[in-house]
């Protein structure tokens, strides 16, 4: 045993690096001061590597990008590729270890307290891998892998006697699980070294510890996630000469005009006693950005999987995209709210020399990435920065700390009372506890502050302790804790100085229906963060997003009904995604250029087709036969074919049975917080869950009048929820296409009332299936009734059921819609009607009833009216004064209608304060057929989008 004591100690004084466990995001960084300093020297002249011409481009490789020899070889001829775009400059590269090794290596010193053969079975493995990595990287050439698998094996017989004294201590030391987790960046800078060595080029490994030298602190190991850790400043000089040594060791009697690769190992350094130590939280990308300064760079590279640092994650947001550029502060904001770009220590250096920082795509180098450079503060400001504010995007992204506790210490007692909050920030000091976020109430009557979901309970304790006597003695004072929620943070240099800032951000919560819990603002005016619910971070940050970053908003719909109306409306969807007639030149497009519209949910009266993330319209569209898509009969004719729905339209679309209840569970997703309802059936049961639906907000457009014309009281309940600002989320019901299809009527009413007009009548011809057959008769002496309706039924104007036009009920309808909308509170049996056909007239043979029953009569008061110079319409009219609606046949002169009708065309004509009887204001245009109202639905659904955005 003392021999196995003797080579652990041995190898623990010169083993190689340990990389860290990262600690939790946005804890206190605190800048170690040297007490162990040597003398500094000036090593300017000593610089061997700034003999080149070119400056030195650096680069950073983590672990996902160096997970196999493919990769190893893309990150190698990356280096290359780089090199010699830059005019062959010289160049290096700081690694992290393979992917997953770290863990892997740290799980074997855990092990061997337990079992030591297990442990060593496990070193095996992974010693084993990398060599795996490197024979396959540089087959066929044992000159250069026969030295490094040497080096893995000699490493690997260190271990083990190391695991043995950590099973005879039952304990791991810090300073040897910092070494053996450290492996992996040794065997991974010698891998990358060997591939490069390859290609003929001059390239060298450095461990770091070599040359990187930092002071001997108190804290040691590698730390769990979520404890408060150093920031270690480097000894420069001490440091830069070590590499002046190394370097003449290594490449002096190299060509000195051939500028060479260094392939680095990330995160490892020493302390000038010459002991293997860590750069702690900061890690390899503190160790790329510390040798970018030493070696003077021309810029660091940090390649990542993703092109740049995007505004958002795109695995929450899929919407997010890549920010072009950030300034050093914004990119620290970011890092401090969970972004992953830097920690803010690894800044530090680049901050310190200018060095740009590039963020870019291991897979894509082409893309352009993310360029972090400059400063925010005007008085910080470098005169090279070219970078300007965006006015039109004052904020650069979202990001977002998932798990996090909220604790409060409040209590009446401490209004006015001195030094609360330093009693409970020193409480949660003692315990090692990170504040991330602090959120006060006037006079120190309560404090609250977030930390992270790991320390709560911790947290609480020790602030109870604190105040345990203030506690005992009022019941009203009292430590909480929340726990299960998460921070959202807005951030970007745009903000400072632009109004409004807060409002479109709580306003984009509220909208999506999500509770704020707490929030708070960086006195740098770069941040605003809200605490929000765990479950709703997903909602809340793509709502955020859509706000601020409008690159593409969408909004789900989910529609009920494919027949005339639904299929219209759903072609005119397809229109809508193929930019079909639309001049995005114009202005009035640029509310709506970056809309993006998901049909989620397509439910008919029997079956209802489901996507998560939205239907393929187009393919949809070829299935409308005959005016209408019958869901049904299109999944039986796959069905044929021996195809599933998702075989057809996509792998994630579902055919179920129809349901209101589970139509509603599928509309109500978390990832899209404007959820739209469009009702094209004429249902009384879907009607009926309007107020329901407008409750939990959603917005409801549609063209069914059952509500609309039903009893006043479900009218009223319905209308209570609407625009309501608070819980329900402010929801819209639209319902222009009930009246007048595509000419938005009910809006032009809202805008003269909502403007201060008084509306005293209104008169109008509103059903398009009577204004053909009246127009008809007027113009054609001998055309019959029965004639000119049977020509309305060839375009395929009337109702579904003819009786609602011929008795004047569609009309009534109408009216009774526009009278509640003037504010007069009837119902559907006060308005007087006037029917055209006989009372009980059945739809068996329409045509046959008219000439019977309709067409004398009617020709006989058409002859009337040519004879007094007049002309016959079939209007609603609405006496908003005296409170009376009317529909039936009124005459007008033929010298100066009120109408200049053609064909099937709706008017209304309204006689207000701004607009008297001299001077009326009319509307007029085509408004029948399914085509017509499906472009009114769409129109509503455009307001209610333009609204949200």
Same mark, same amino acid.
């Given at each position: 045993m003392a021999a196995a004591f003797a080579v652990a100690a041995t190898v623990v004084a010169g083993a190689r690096q340990a990389p860290r466990r990262r600690t939790t995001r946005g804890s206190t960084a605190r800048r170690v001061v040297a007490t162990d300093a040597p003398t500094q020297k000036a090593t300017e002249s000593k610089s061997a590597w700034k003999k080149y011409d070119l400056k030195w481009g650096v680069h950073k490789f983590g672990g996902a990008s160096l997970d196999d020899a493919k990769l190893y070889k893309i990150c190698g001829d990356l280096l290359l590729s780089e090199?010699?775009?830059? $005019?062959?400059?010289?160049? @290096?590269?700081?690694?992290? *270890?393979a992917g997953g090794? =770290?863990?892997? +290596?740290?799980?074997? !010193? /855990?092990?061997?307290?337990?079992?030591?053969?297990?442990?060593?079975?496990?070193?095996?493995?992974?010693?084993?891998?990398?060599?795996?990595?490197?024979?396959?990287?540089?087959?066929?050439?044992?000159?250069?892998?026969?030295?490094?698998?040497?080096?893995?094996?000699?490493?690997?017989?260190?271990?083990?006697?190391?695991?043995?004294?950590?099973?005879?201590?039952?304990?791991?030391?810090?300073?040897?699980?910092?070494?053996?987790?450290?492996? $992996?960046?040794?065997?991974? @800078?010698?891998?990358?070294? *060997?591939?490069?060595?390859? =290609?003929?080029? +001059?390239?060298?490994? !450095? /461990?770091?510890?070599?040359?990187?030298?930092?002071?001997?602190?108190?804290?040691?190991?590698?730390?769990?996630?979520?404890?408060?850790?150093?920031?270690?400043?480097?000894?420069?000089?001490?440091s830069q000469d070590r590499l002046q040594k190394w370097w003449q060791k290594s490449l002096g009697d190299k060509d000195p005009k051939e500028p060479p690769f260094l392939i680095i190992t990330g995160f490892v350094c020493s302390t000038m006693a010459g002991r293997p130590t860590t750069l702690k939280r900061s890690g390899s990308d503190y160790s790329a950005t510390i040798f970018a300064k030493i070696l003077d760079a021309s810029n660091v590279t940090f390649w990542k999987n993703v092109s740049g640092v995007f505004t958002a994650d795109p695995r929450q947001v899929p919407e997010a995209f890549p920010i072009g550029s950030m300034t050093f502060d914004e990119a620290m904001e970011l890092a401090y709210f969970g972004g992953q770009v830097l920690h803010p220590s690894a800044m530090v250096p680049c901050i310190e020399e200018r060095i740009p920082v590039l963020v870019k795509?291991?897979?894509?180098?082409?893309?352009?990435?993310?360029?972090?450079?400059?400063?925010?503060?005007?008085?910080?400001?470098?005169?090279?920065?070219?970078?300007?504010?965006?006015?039109?995007?004052?904020?650069?992204?979202?990001?977002s700390i998932e798990k996090v506790s909220l604790l409060t210490i409040a209590g009446a007692s401490f209004m006015g009372t001195h030094g609360v909050a330093e009693r409970f920030m020193d409480s949660l000091a003692k315990v090692g506890v990170n504040v991330i976020l602090t959120s006060q109430g006037s006079s120190e009557h309560s404090i609250t502050v977030a930390v992270a979901n790991t320390d709560g309970k911790l947290a609480l304790n020790a602030v109870k302790d604190a105040f345990q006597l203030e506690i005992a003695r009022n019941t009203e004072t009292r430590a909480t804790l929340k726990e299960d929620l998460s921070i959202l943070a807005v951030i970007g240099e745009g903000m400072k100085n632009y109004a409004g800032i807060s409002g479109r951000f709580f306003n984009a919560l509220g909208q999506s229906k999500v509770n704020i819990v707490a929030i708070a603002q960086g006195s740098s005016e770069r941040n605003i963060s809200a605490v929000v619910s765990r479950e709703e971070l997903s909602l809340a940050l793509k709502a955020t997003h859509d706000a601020f970053l409008l690159k593409e908003t969408c909004v789900s719909v989910s529609l009920l009904g494919s027949g005339q109306v639904g299929s219209a409306f759903l072609q005119k969807l397809s229109a809508w995604e193929a930019n079909e007639g639309r001049d995005f030149a114009l202005p009035s497009m640029r509310e709506v250029q970056y809309l993006s519209i998901d049909l989620r949910v397509l439910c008919d009266a029997n079956q209802m087709l489901c996507a998560p993330r939205g239907l393929?319209?187009?393919?949809?569209?070829?299935?409308?036969?005959?005016?209408?898509?019958?869901?049904?009969?299109?999944?039986?004719?796959?069905?044929?074919?021996?195809?599933?729905?998702?075989?057809?339209?996509?792998?994630?679309?579902?055919?179920?049975?129809?349901?209101?209840?589970?139509?509603?569970?599928?509309?109500?997703?978390?990832?899209?917080?404007?959820?739209?309802?469009?009702?094209?059936?004429?249902s009384d049961a879907v009607a009926s869950r309007y107020p329901d639906w407008l409750k939990q907000g959603f917005h409801v457009i549609t063209p069914n009048r059952q509500v609309l014309t039903g009893s006043y009281e479900r009218y009223a309940e319905c209308l209570k929820y609407v625009g309501?600002?608070?819980?329900?989320?402010?929801?819209?019901?639209?319902?222009?296409?009930?009246?007048?299809?595509?000419?938005?009527?009910?809006?032009?009413?809202?805008?003269?009332?909502?403007?201060?007009?008084?509306?005293?009548?209104?008169?109008?011809?509103?059903?398009?299936?009577?204004?053909?057959?009246?127009?008809?008769?007027?113009?054609?002496?001998?055309?019959?009734?029965?004639?000119?309706?049977?020509?309305?039924q060839e375009r395929e104007l009337t109702n579904a059921d003819p009786i609602e036009d011929l008795s004047g009920l569609d009309t009534a309808e109408k009216s009774l819609i526009l009278a509640r909308e003037l504010g007069v509170t009837v119902e559907l049996a006060d308005v007087e009607i006037e029917s055209l056909v006989p009372k009980g007239s059945k739809t068996d043979d329409i045509i046959?009833?008219?000439?019977?029953?309709?067409?004398?009569?009617?020709?006989?008061?058409?002859?009337?009216?040519?004879?007094?110079?007049?002309?016959?319409?079939?209007?609603?009219?609405?006496?908003?004064?005296?409170?009376?609606?009317?529909?039936?046949?009124?005459?007008?002169?033929?010298?100066?209608?009120?109408?200049?009708?053609?064909?099937?065309?709706?008017?209304?004509?309204?006689?207000?304060?701004?607009?008297?009887?001299?001077?009326?204001?009319?509307?007029?245009?085509?408004?029948?057929?399914?085509?017509?109202?499906?472009?009114?639905?769409?129109?509503?659904?455009?307001?209610?989008?333009?609204?949200?955005?």
């Open positions: 090199s010699k775009n830059q $005019g062959d400059a010289p160049t @290096a590269a700081i690694v992290s *270890a090794m =770290t863990d892997a +290596l740290v799980s074997i !010193i /855990d092990t061997a307290l337990t079992s030591v053969d297990e442990s060593c079975e496990k070193l095996k493995a992974a010693a084993d891998r990398q060599k795996s990595i490197l024979l396959e990287l540089v087959p066929d050439n044992s000159d250069l892998t026969d030295q490094v698998i040497s080096n893995i094996d000699e490493d690997q017989q260190a271990v083990k006697a190391m695991l043995l004294a950590a099973s005879k201590m039952r304990g791991v030391p810090p300073q040897m699980l910092e070494l053996v987790a450290g492996l $992996g960046e040794v065997w991974s @800078a010698q891998t990358l070294a *060997a591939y490069l060595k390859t =290609t003929g080029k +001059l390239c060298e490994w !450095i /461990d770091a510890r070599d040359v990187l030298i930092v002071p001997d602190g108190p804290l040691s190991g590698l730390r769990e996630k979520g404890t408060a850790m150093d920031t270690i400043e480097p000894f420069w000089d001490e795509n291991v897979f894509k180098p082409a893309d352009p990435g993310t360029r972090v450079y400059g400063r925010g503060d005007a008085s910080f400001r470098w005169e090279d920065q070219d970078d300007e504010i965006d006015v039109n995007m004052p904020v650069k992204a979202i990001t393929p319209v187009t393919q949809l569209e070829k299935h409308i036969n005959n005016g209408s898509l019958d869901l049904a009969a299109m999944a039986a004719s796959w069905e044929k074919e021996g195809k599933e729905v998702k075989d057809v339209l996509h792998q994630d679309v579902t055919l179920q049975p129809s349901n209101l209840d589970s139509f509603i569970e599928m509309t109500e997703c978390k990832e899209y917080p404007r959820k739209i309802i469009v009702d094209c059936t004429d309501h600002a608070g819980k329900f989320g402010g929801a819209q019901l639209r319902y222009d296409a009930a009246v007048g299809g595509q000419i938005p009527i009910i809006t032009l009413l809202q805008d003269q009332i909502q403007t201060g007009d008084r509306i005293d009548r209104l008169t109008g011809v509103l059903s398009g299936t009577l204004s053909l057959v009246f127009n008809q008769l007027n113009t054609h002496p001998d055309m019959l009734f029965s004639e000119a309706f049977k020509l309305a046959q009833m008219l000439k019977d029953e309709v067409d004398e009569p009617m020709a006989e008061k058409f002859r009337e009216a040519r004879e007094k110079g007049e002309l016959l319409y079939y209007v609603g009219e609405i006496d908003v004064q005296k409170g009376k609606v009317s529909a039936g046949i009124h005459r007008f002169s033929a010298k100066g209608p009120p109408f200049a009708l053609n064909d099937a065309d709706f008017a209304v004509r309204v006689v207000s304060q701004r607009f008297p009887e001299s001077t009326p204001l009319v509307f007029r245009g085509p408004g029948a057929g399914a085509e017509f109202a499906a472009s009114g639905l769409l129109a509503s659904l455009l307001r209610v989008c333009r609204a949200l955005v």
